[in-house]
């Protein structure tokens, strides 16, 4: 098996993973579930998610996501 067809690059002689992170089009930025700021989910019209701070969880301040 060679390792740089699945997701490894080679950096001189060590092998390392590629990390290729993009954000969907249209999904706002990570959201700190702060009501004094605002939340980018709510006013997206979206739930909360995993990269949120609130992660969708039981502190998230977002009625959307409950």
Known sequence: MNAENYGFVRLGSSLVPEFVISKPEGLPDPCKCAP????????????????CI?????????????
């Open 54 to 66: 609130c992660k969708g969880g039981d502190c998230c301040k977002n009625p959307i996501t409950e």
């Open 36 to 51: 004094k700021n605002g939340c980018p989910c709510r006013v997206a019209g979206i739930k909360c998610c995993k990269y």
